[in-house]
T-cell receptor, first 111, second 116 residues
Framework: GQNIDQPTEMTATEGAIVQINCTYQTSGFNGLFWYQQHAGEAPTFLSYNVLDGLEEKGRFSSFLSRSKGYSYLLLKELQMKDSASYLCAVRGDNYGQNFVFGPGTRLSVLP | KAGVTQTPRYLIKTRGQQVTLSCSPISGHRSVSWYQQTPGQGLQFLFEYFSETQRNKGNFPGRFSGRQFSNSRSEMNVSTLELGDSALYLC???????????????FGEGSWLTVV
């Protein structure tokens, strides 16, 4: 089966660092994606991992361990505008955009 | 360049009716996928079209169907609407769907469907 787990909600303070974890069990693996979604808006792409290790992109970093079925998204120097839902998604097939999304983690950044 | 465009943005339908939603992908993108998003179930994959052919399909009943035209634009149709079909329907496009970081999918703003 396909299963992706993320914490439902997290709260952090402006300027702090937060780590959002994602664990997955899928029938195949062809990349793990992180998306940000503000309330009432479309998801927007944040990061992509297909090999083990850390991918850094400005204030955002994403880590992947394929053997553990585990990823995390690290957000540094949190800003109020980072308050959003963060979606972990796995592409299981070699062909096609058949993504399995996690339930999303709603992050609230407090002043 | 223009992003993924979905129409209509908001619509209200009555139970039993049918609805058609439209999606224009980013220019050059040939893969179009559709997702349903609800508060309880999150984002769920409906189907993907590539070069006018359905390439992948999620676990939704046959009332949900779609198609893709030669210009890569796509439509999805839901027949015999049920209250539970109320959701945000998101369309996403990508180049080809093959391996590589360049095949990130880009989402449209979505169509908010309310069934009453």
């Amino acid at each position: 089966g396909q299963n992706i787990d993320q914490p439902t909600e997290m709260t952090a303070t402006e300027g702090a660092i937060v780590q959002i974890n994602c664990t997955y069990q899928t029938s195949g693996f062809n990349g793990l994606f992180w998306y940000q979604q503000h309330a009432g808006e479309a998801p927007t792409f944040l990061s992509y991992n297909v090999l083990d290790g850390l991918e850094e992109k400005g204030r955002f970093s994403s880590f992947l361990s394929r053997s553990k079925g585990y990823s995390y998204l690290l957000l540094k120097e949190l800003q109020m505008k980072d308050s959003a839902s963060y979606l972990c998604a796995v592409r299981g097939d070699n062909y096609g955009q058949n993504f399995v999304f996690g339930p999303g983690t709603r992050l609230s950044v407090l002043p | 360049k223009a992003g993924v465009t979905q129409t209509p943005r908001y619509l209200i339908k009555t139970r039993g009716q049918q609805v058609t939603l439209s999606c224009s992908p980013i220019s050059g993108h040939r893969s179009v996928s559709w997702y349903q998003q609800t508060p309880g179930q999150g984002l769920q994959f409906l189907f993907e079209y590539f070069s006018e052919t359905q390439r992948n399909k999620g676990n939704f009943p046959g009332r949900f169907s779609g198609r893709q035209f030669s210009n890569s634009r796509s439509e999805m149709n839901v027949s015999t609407l049920e209250l539970g079909d109320s959701a945000l329907y998101l369309c996403a496009s990508s180049f080809t769907g093959t391996e590589g970081p360049g095949n990130t999918i880009y989402f449209g703003e979505g169509s908010w469907l309310t069934v009453v």
